[in-house]
Nanobody, 128 residues
Framework: QVQLVESGGGRVQPGGTLRLSCAASGMSLEHHSIGWFRQAPGKDREGISCITENDGEKIYTDDVKGRFTIARDNAKNTVYLQMNSLKTEDTAIYFC?????????????????????WGQGTQVTVSP
C-alpha cells in the first residue's frame, strides 16, 4: 500500500524556519515527481512547490519562491520542504502528494496531483 506521511509542522514566529518531511512507504519517491500543497483556513488547497522525478527540475510558486526549498533524500525515501522567513500567511495544513510530470525536455513536475488521495497533513502556524 502506497502511503505518504507528512511531518515537521509546528508553531513559529514570523521570520522563523521549519523543515517539513514527506516520507513514503510502498513506493520509491526517486522515480516520482512530488509536490507540496497547503490549505489555509477557509481557502482551497493550493500547490506551492514540486520536484521532478529522478532529481529533476524544481518549481515554486511566487508566494514561496526564495523562501522555501524542496529537496529529496533518496536514501531515506523522503522529500523535504525547508521553509525560511515564514510569514503569518504561510499558516496552513501542509500536504505532500505524487504529482503529474509534464513530458517536456527536460521533464517538468506540475502542481497537479496524480490522484485524489490526501494524508493527514502537518499543521504549520506562524504567529507573533
Amino acid at each position: 500500500q502506497v502511503q505518504l506521511v507528512e511531518s515537521g509542522g509546528g508553531r513559529v514566529q514570523p521570520g522563523g524556519t521549519l523543515r517539513l518531511s514527506c516520507a513514503a512507504s510502498g513506493m520509491s519517491l526517486e522515480h516520482h515527481s512530488i509536490g507540496w500543497f497547503r490549505q489555509a483556513p477557509g481557502k482551497d488547497r493550493e500547490g506551492i512547490s514540486c520536484i521532478t522525478e529522478n532529481d529533476g527540475e524544481k518549481i515554486y510558486t511566487d508566494d514561496v519562491k526564495g523562501r522555501f526549498t524542496i529537496a529529496r533524500d533518496n536514501a531515506k525515501n523522503t522529500v523535504y520542504l525547508q521553509m525560511n522567513s515564514l510569514k503569518t500567511e504561510d499558516t496552513a495544513i501542509y500536504f505532500c502528494a505524487a504529482v503529474l510530470t509534464q513530458t517536456s525536455i527536460p521533464p517538468l513536475c506540475t502542481l497537479r496531483p496524480q490522484d485524489d488521495y490526501w494524508g493527514q497533513g502537518t499543521q504549520v502556524t506562524v504567529s507573533p
